[in-house]
Each structure stands twice: as structure tokens, then as C-alpha cells.
């Protein structure tokens, strides 16, 4: 048998968590981090006579993700109940969205390599988010401060065709969900989750397979991970004569493997029906055209903006458009400094090497753009070699200050007076008659050594392009 003959198809569920102030359907703080059970509203703890009211901004969020995933927004759309019983679901049922969703039909596009690929989304709706059980041997402990915490739940078609590409299109939505700031993405802290639907067919086959979900995979390693343990053991089972069982499986990380958690259900076994206690939504056009006026640039379009404007190449782009910090970081720097490819050289070399060896978020450099764009105008204008910019930048990470003030106060400043290299230059020839016999006698590597006694006797401040000049003809001349 050869795995080749068989396809992947999958695809996402992604819950992303809103950045609210308090929860879906009530008043109180949707911080889980705060005291176990502080977060408690009677509407959240399903007290009887309590109603739900929306909360708006959760509503406008939804409604901003829904453009900034080229999806169409309903005008109307209907909260439901998705009835189930679980300890940490104190109504009984969930509040989510089933026949008319507020997003539907967008697209998602990124890169996978150097394909372009475009995975379309079916729906994105809201809901609430259930409480959190932990089980400890003999008992569980339930805390209801994630209870009714608002979500955006983001559905995918099954477009997907390896694991790899499921990692990359979960990396695509949180960067534009953080970019539009309706989420923070912190996958960790479960602000973010993902349910992949894994199915295979046999390469050719128009046919759907019977799908397993893996739920609650919280690192894109892992989803990728996962999804790559799955195809393979939905194959195995397939060749070897088995059929695929419509499961809910879970992916133990230590073991890198998924496992049965329950038999899947279907949406018949929830009894959808209508949110009695809430009108549907009803949004008008204007409304839905002011939240899109609110939409900052997107990833892609910064993208392709940055190639354009500051005449980057792809790679520097996607890049710096990672984060919309490090992105506005980078533009501050390029049009400060008037050359925005040495900028983009500085950022994505010494700068991110910094950034990732003390662990800092693209929002606390500790450099002001208008000093990082000083320091890479001292090489243009000559002040400083490359060389020496590097200890200066040094010096700047250390402590944020005009990269001039550490040049003079350092006496960095690059030595272009022809004369005193030349001296220097005359110093080194004379001390080094052997080197100069076995470079006159064809041994070119050496012209390397000479520069370097030169560098090393001006250290690092002479000009390499006069120091080289004046080396070539006095050793060749
Ligand atoms: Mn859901």
C-alpha cells in the first residue's frame, strides 16, 4: 500500500475569543484569570427568570472579523440553543448560532511556500463559551468564569489538503485577528482554539470520507501534528479493510497521538431551535458600513503595499507585516531614514535577534524609530561604517538615546582622511614584508589580511572603501 494514493481533506473550526469587556449575554467580566467562580452573573449561572441581552460590542467585533474574512454579513441573524447537559453548562444549553449565522461564505489567503493558497470560509457565528471542569482522581472542580464568554466561531470549508497548510491557514486568521484587534490570539491562554475535521479519500474520489474531529488543539505545532497522526491512521484502518467510525477524538501532545473521546454527534441530537429569550439581530447597512470604515489595512494588503511603496522584496514584507507593531515599527524607521531597505536589513537582522533573545512583543522595542532611522543615517551619510554601526546599535539597545551622542561620546566617528589611512596603511606594509612578497607573488587571499590589520589598527573606524583603494594601489601599483 502506498500512503500516496490517499488524499487529506480538512477542515477548521477555529473559536476565537473576543476582546470584550464583559461576557456574550452578560454584565460581568469575561477575565478567567481572575478568583475561581468571581465571574459569576446570574445570567451566567443560568439563574431562572434571567434574560440575555447581546452585548454590542461583541456584535461589532463579529461583524468587523466577518468583513476582514471577506464574508457576507446577514442583516438578520438568529441566536439558538444547543441543548446539551454538562456540569460546566449551568442553562443546560448553549447559546450559539445555527441556521442563520451573522458571517457567512468568505476567504482566507496566504502563502504555503511559494504557492498561494485560498481556504473559503462557510460561516462564522457567535456564541458563548461553556465553563472550565477540572478533574482531579475522585472529584471535579468547576470554575464558571469562562461561562458565557463571547466567541467567534470561525468554520472553514473542507479545502485543506495537508497538515501543514491547516497549521499555515490557523496562522493567517490570528494574524488578521490580532491585526483588526478583536482578539488576542494567545493560544496558551485558550483565547484561541482549534477543531480540525480530518477525513481521506483515495486520490480521484469526488466522495467525502467519514470525517473524526479532533477538539481543543491549542498550538498550531500541534494541529499540524495532530491532523499529520490522524490522516495516517485514518489510512492504516482503510487499507487495512476497516471502516472509519464518525468520532470526536482528542490529541494527547506527549504521546503525539489522537484518541476516541466519544462517538460523533450530529447537529439533529442538539434540537436547534430559536433563542426564545432574545430578538434576532437585525443590522443595517449603514451600520455594517461604518464597522467596515473602522477596518485597518490588512496583512496581505500591507504585504503588497510594502513591495510596491518601499520596494521590498516578498520575503522582507511578510516579515515585517508578522504584527501590525512590528509593521508600523518598520514604516516609522524607512520614512525617518529615507532608506527603506537598509531599514527593513537592520529590523529583520539585529533588531528581531534582540527582540527574540530577551523575548519582547514587537510592542515594547525598546527604540525609538526616530533613533533607529538616526543610526542607519550615519552609515548613509558616512559617519560610520557598518561595522561600527553595529556597537553603536549596541549601545542603543542598552539605552535608548541620539545614536550621534554615543558616536561622539565614543569617538566612533569614521576615519575618511586619506592621509592618515594611508599612514596607517604604510605601517602595516612595512611591518609585514613577507605577506607582501607572497601577495606580489600571486597569493590574492592575503589582500583579506591587509585589510584586516587595517580595520584592526583604526579599530573598525577606517572607511573599508579608501582603505581598500589605497591597499590596491600600494600593493599592486
Ligand atoms: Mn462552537
Known amino acids: 500500500m502506498s500512503y500516496d494514493d490517499w488524499e487529506l481533506v480538512c477542515g477548521l473550526e477555529i473559536h476565537a475569543q473576543l476582546k470584550t469587556k464583559s461576557k456574550m449575554f452578560s454584565p460581568d467580566s469575561g477575565d478567567f484569570g481572575a ?42 441573524s438568529v441566536f439558538s440553543r444547543k441543548n446539551y447537559y454538562y456540569p460546566d453548562l449551568p442553562k443546560g444549553y448553549q447559546i450559539s448560532q445555527f441556521d442563520k449565522p451573522l458571517c457567512e461564505e468568505g476567504f482566507v489567503e496566504f502563502k504555503l511556500g511559494d504557492e498561494k493558497k485560498r481556504v473559503r470560509i462557510e460561516r462564522a457565528h457567535m456564541e458563548e463559551d461553556a465553563g472550565k471542569s ?26 485543506i489538503r ?52 479532533i477538539k481543543n488543539v491549542n498550538s498550531f505545532r500541534f494541529v499540524q501534528k495532530a491532523i499529520e497522526y490522524e ?46 429569550d432574545m430578538l434576532p439581530v437585525e443590522l443595517t447597512e449603514e451600520y455594517i458600513s461604518k464597522v467596515e470604515s473602522t477596518l485597518c489595512e490588512l496583512p496581505d494588503a500591507r504585504v503588497k503595499r510594502f513591495m510596491a511603496e518601499y520596494e521590498l522584496p516578498e520575503y522582507d514584507s511578510l516579515i515585517l507585516t508578522q504584527e501590525r507593531d512590528l509593521a508600523d515599527y518598520y514604516e516609522a524607521v524607512a520614512k525617518a531614514s529615507n532608506n527603506p531597505k537598509a531599514s527593513s536589513n537592520w529590523i529583520m537582522g539585529e533588531l528581531l535577534r534582540e527582540l527574540n533573545e530577551h523575548e519582547l512583543d514587537y510592542s515594547a522595542i525598546p527604540i525609538k524609530a526616530e533613533n533607529f532611522a538616526k543610526l542607519i543615517q550615519l552609515i548613509d551619510n558616512k559617519t560610520i561604517s557598518g561595522k561600527i554601526a553595529k556597537t553603536v546599535f549596541q549601545e542603543l539597545w542598552k539605552k535608548d538615546q541620539d545614536p550621534e551622542d554615543i558616536v561622539k561620546a565614543k569617538g566612533l566617528v569614521q576615519i575618511t582622511d586619506e592621509g592618515a589611512i594611508e599612514k596607517v596603511i604604510d605601517e602595516i606594509i612595512n611591518a609585514n614584508p613577507g605577506q607582501v612578497e607572497q601577495y606580489r607573488g600571486g597569493k590574492n ?28 594601489s600600494k600593493l599592486d601599483g
Open 35 to 76: 478568583g475561581d467562580n468571581v465571574n459569576t452573573h446570574p445570567v451566567t449561572l443560568g439563574m431562572p427568570g434571567c434574560l440575555p441581552v447581546p452585548n454590542k460590542q461583541a456584535i461589532e467585533y463579529s461583524v468587523k472579523t466577518g468583513l476582514a474574512l471577506n464574508c457576507t454579513i446577514r442583516n438578520t
Open 134 to 159: 477540572t478533574h482531579h482522581g475522585e472529584y471535579t472542580l468547576i470554575n464558571l468564569n469562562r461561562a458565557g464568554v463571547p466567541l467567534l466561531e470561525i468554520v472553514s470549508r473542507p479545502d
Open 162 to 213: 495537508s497538515a501543514e497548510e491547516a497549521a499555515e491557514y490557523a496562522r493567517a486568521v490570528r494574524k488578521i485577528l490580532r491585526y483588526i484587534e478583536v482578539c488576542d490570539g494567545n493560544l496558551e491562554e485558550g483565547s484561541m482554539r482549534c477543531d480540525c475535521n480530518v477525513s481521506v479519500r483515495k486520490k480521484g474520489d469526488e466522495k467525502l470520507g467519514t470525517r473524526c474531529e
Open 231 to 276: 490522516t495516517q491512521r485514518q489510512i492504516d484502518v482503510l487499507e487495512s479493510g476497516g471502516k472509519i467510525v464518525q468520532q470526536t477524538r482528542l490529541y494527547d501532545s506527549a504521546a503525539n497521538k489522537t484518541f476516541a473521546m466519544r462517538d460523533k454527534e450530529d447537529a439533529h441530537d442538539y434540537r436547534y431551535f430559536p433563542e426564545p
Open 445 to 472: 587571499k592575503l589582500f583579506g589580511f591587509f585589510v584586516g590589520q587595517a580595520m584592526k589598527a583604526t579599530k573598525g573606524q577606517a572607511n573599508p572603501e579608501i582603505v581598500n583603494k589605497i591597499l590596491k
